[in-house]
């Protein structure tokens, strides 16, 4: 027996073939950017079809398990994915329903299923309490709670891209949220160019890039370089990971918190430092309690998620 877990993203959809062990037995990627609607729902259905058709006797797919970069509705099956244009309430379920038969199949968010696959094969593993702080091109956390992924009353919990972390309130928060909008992938080279605008006498490495070209990848570049204002863009964004962090632990109380996504690639070796801001903010016993890690899943969090929903689904 097997599950396939599909991972969606902005750019590509992974899809995987996972023993009850959690070993990969098959794994694929196909390209998303450019589709919309219903073209990415039948990239998925074409490519469970696919996996339909490659197992052999004996190893059929027992359940599927899908992860997308959103909002998704437990109650109406319906998905909402802000970088897949047309997918505000969009019937998932429905459209690749027929490519699956009669296997069950379950979506989640992939903040959601970030966590629930660092739980059974990452750096979680054991918690029954732990966070998986997303830091990607957005924010995000998957929080389980007790064994079991907390989920609100309209499925939206762990939307801290809109934690308030500073003040006054500017309208600039209103599309992504005030802590998205300064410590996210596109966060950092939108606070660095902010930063390059007010300051005319700064002729460090950034001013040799053309500001629409300054990534998050060129800020802590700079950084390395120790550039003043790459130091001063990712100190402020260890502040703001820091004081999230604190909220998260005064008012969780997790075992761990996982560091993950794009960013935590280059941020990891940040960790500690994140822990010391987060300590001065944090309930001080919590603080002490809790263990701040990065993912052991990297870009494969979200896949080895979607493979244990799949095997939830069926009770194993």
Request: hydrophobic content about 45%.
């Amino acid at each position: 027996m097997s599950v396939l877990g599909l991972d969606l993203g902005g750019t590509k959809l992974a899809a995987a073939l996972f023993n009850e062990e959690g070993r990969i037995l098959h794994r694929v990627v196909k390209r998303v950017a450019g589709r919309k609607g219903a073209d990415v729902a039948r990239l998925i259905a074409d490519l469970i079809k696919d996996y339909m058709s490659l197992v052999g006797k004996g190893n059929e797919v027992a359940s599927i398990g899908i992860s997308v970069p959103g909002i998704s509705y437990q109650a109406t099956r319906k998905v909402w994915a802000p970088n897949i244009p047309g997918w505000t309430d969009y019937p998932l379920y429905d459209e690749v329903g027929d490519a699956a038969g009669d296997i069950p199949i379950v979506i989640d968010s992939d903040r959601s299923c970030y966590i629930l696959g660092e739980v059974w094969k990452g750096n979680a593993a054991g918690c029954r309490d732990a966070i998986f702080l997303g830091v990607g091109t957005g924010i995000g956390a998957g929080i389980m709670i007790n064994g079991e992924v907390l989920r609100g009353s309209h499925d939206i919990a762990g939307a801290i891209g809109w934690m308030a972390l500073d003040r006054p309130f500017s309208k600039k928060y209103v599309g992504c949220g005030c802590f998205e909008y300064h410590a996210s992938g596109e966060g950092i080279p939108r606070v660095a160019r902010e930063f390059l605008k007010g300051n005319s006498r700064y002729n460090g490495v950034l001013r040799n890039i053309a500001p629409e070209k300054i990534t998050t990848h060129e800020v802590f570049k700079a950084f390395d370089e120790e550039d003043p204002i790459a130091i001063k863009v990712i100190n402020q964004s260890i502040e703001f990971w820091g004081m999230a962090a604190a909220n998260l632990v005064s008012l969780l109380n997790p075992e761990k918190i996982i560091f993950g996504g794009g960013v935590f690639g280059p941020a990891k070796r940040l960790v500690p430092m994140i822990k010391e801001e987060a300590s001065k903010w944090s309930q001080p016993v919590g603080i002490n309690q809790v263990i701040f890690d990065v993912s052991a899943l990297g870009g494969d969090a979200g896949i080895y998620g979607a493979g244990y929903l799949a095997l939830r689904r069926i009770g194993i």
